[in-house]
T-cell receptor, first 112, second 111 residues
Framework: KNQVEQSPQSLIILEGKNCTLQCNYTVSPFSNLRWYKQDTGRGPVSLTIMTFSENTKSNGRYTATLDADTKQSSLHITASQLSDSASYIC???????????FGAGTTVTVRA | DAMVIQNPRYQVTQFGKPVTLSCSQTLNHNVMYWYQQKSSQAPKLLFH???????NEADTPDNFQSRRPNTSFCFLDIRSPGLGDAAMYLC??????????FGPGTRLTVL
């Protein structure tokens, strides 16, 4: 069964600090992995997408890494801002199938 | 520019009163999805289309139906909404190169 597990479930950080979110998956065969940011009451917005041959991808203060061998990914947020408060969702696409596998998300709260 | 548009953004209906949610896209993507997302949970897939080929998830209640009259539009019909159907409904698309976009969602309230 294709599964995506994220940790931690939630975290609180001070403005300006860094944090790292984790995603482990069992989806196979693997096509790509995306990180989405979802603000409360809004639809998810894509931050990064990585295929199996990509190890790292950056989007501003967001940097995602992928280890396709261990089936792990991380999302690093640098110099957090209050606007980074949101749920971050890891989504994995299997090869040859349109059904996406979602993690439960990590809720990040940035405090001043 | 909005690429996946959902209307309405907020929908209030009464228990048992049919409701239709709409989604449109300007991306010409073949694949469209409908998801149900409840508070603090991952989105749950209800249906997806590849062009007009309809794929229903095994655990999607019969109360939920969908239509895709053309590439651009997709509708979610809830025939008899129950209190448990109150949720955020997300529409998403996927293109030929795996690019994916979500709409802003429709928040459904059932009174």
């Amino acid at each position: 069964k294709n599964q995506v597990e994220q940790s931690p479930q939630s975290l609180i950080i001070l403005e300006g600090k860094n944090c790292t979110l984790q995603c482990n998956y069992t989806v196979s065969p693997f096509s790509n992995l995306r990180w989405y940011k979802q603000d409360t009451g809004r639809g998810p917005v894509s931050l990064t997408i990585m295929t199996f041959s990509e190890n790292t991808k950056s989007n501003g203060r967001y940097t995602a890494t992928l280890d396709a061998d261990t089936k792990q990914s991380s999302l690093h947020i640098t110099a957090s801002q209050l606007s980074d408060s949101a749920s971050y969702i890891c989504v994995v696409s299997p090869w040859g199938d349109y059904k996406l596998s979602f993690g439960a998300g990590t809720t990040v709260t940035v405090r001043a | 520019d909005a690429m996946v548009i959902q209307n309405p953004r907020y929908q209030v209906t009464q228990f048992g009163k049919p409701v239709t949610l709409s989604c449109s896209q300007t991306l010409n993507h073949n694949v469209m999805y409908w998801y149900q997302q409840k508070s603090s949970q991952a989105p749950k897939l209800l249906f997806h289309y590849y062009d007009k080929d309809f794929n229903n998830e095994a655990d999607t209640p019969d109360n939920f139906q969908s239509r895709r009259p053309n590439t651009s539009f997709c509708f979610l019909d809830i025939r008899s909404p129950g209190l448990g159907d109150a949720a955020m409904y997300l529409c998403a698309t996927q293109g030929a190169y795996n690019e994916q976009f979500f709409g802003p969602g429709t928040r459904l309230t059932v009174l």
